[in-house]
């Protein structure tokens, strides 16, 4: 449930960054495959455990959505318990789910991730996410209902994949790729103004070439930069992205974090709390 | 759940538009602002009716995921019910949720919407569809799990929605459309082959110019045609769609089937069942 405020999501992300001292976000990504043994039949538990352990070095969590839905019914109540838990912990809720869809559908997401939808029997709470992530292929009429929601809304942009480069990568007639252009797209549904806009970009960790024009054409914007570790990409290289100031970017690290104790030994807890505290200060340092 | 089979999805749709004589596809779109008062705090009693009324004329479903969604873990109850409700009827049923994400989230997704997920409990059932709808904008890797699932995959090319023209139509260096460019796509994951392939293609039926050049890009695709009725489009403009024959392409519409009372009068179920006969009769004879 959302606290009832009067702050946009750009300013409670700002606040919350200065006072954590921090801008990395933890990746909630309960694959089946990659959790221990003991934890596989409650993910929940697992998600939970995670948050107990970063909270005091993250700012906030991504969980996707899609590991949830796999379990159906029980695992989109497993996802309400760990975003109000993480919520809790003093995390902020970054929503994975990429959605993309059009008009009244576009509003029912919003509903669904982070607002509340009426009924006869009274509003159904939505998940409780404070932003969430959405897939701008289908234009600007996909994206505004999700903005009009009030949430933080991290449009991918140029994604860390190798499949990226299959569309988003694309040369225009104009000479620009086509992530350029969404770029584009991301900087007009912020808005003018003063200070960080409340539509952000997912641009890859991967890629960081792409960072310093992606600020070019987004000055305003937050970024959301997956795929620092096992991806590949490295904090160092993010710097550009931080250009705006200390909340302007958010590194996202998951295996990394969650799965620090295969790489280093000892308690998982205990190396994800370390590997966690790593992450924060080498991303602090980028920028002041 | 899934019935055990060795067909195709495609094999399976080509079978059932033979015998249903109808490659009508109806849309369940339990927005709470279009329900009937009495129904707005039932969705699946709301959607289980549509299917009793269109399921003589009809050869699938197509949920929106979204609205299920904003109702949390009980509307997702509510689909499986819906799903399975409407696979009694002897219906398909085509999730939309326009999924796109990479590798082991991607895979997550599938099993989500139409596979089943193993836990220490035992597997569990997906939500039962048999085909769902995808976003390429993450490039091929993040479309080859869904493909690789074995379940029907309608990939967007060229959406029906005014917004589609600020990203679908962008002009590439090539000189073609970027729809075009995703319609490649869409034709060489579905394979060599005779007959109709897995991989299919979203097609806003509201702008028909484009058909012609989407059959010859992707001359095995099945087309999903949304936006006929209340969005504009006009089913005669589509025989282009059905040139490989009668099972290559899917005729969508919602409003124009479940809200044909309020245009006609009468009783909804019977405006329903009549509506979408006639639209059944339209669209078989563009093909032969």
Known sequence: MAVATTLTFADRLA??????QSQIVVGLDPNPDLMPVELRGDIARFCCGIVDAVAPHAVAVKPQLAFFEALGSAGIAAFEQVCSYARRAGLLVIADGKRGDIGSTARAYAQALSGSTDTPAGPVAGLGAD????????GRDSLEPLIASGSGVFVLVRTSNPGAADVQDLELASGEALW???ARLVDELGGAGAGLADVGAVLGATRPEHLERARELMPRAVFLLPGVGAQGGRVEDLAPAFAPGRAAALVTASRAIVGAHREGGGDPAAAALAAAERLREAAWSLAS
């Open 15 to 20: 606040a919350e960054v200065q006072r954590k």
């Open 131 to 138: 932003a969430f992530t959405a897939n701008p292929l289908l």
């Open 180 to 182: 350029e252009r969404l």
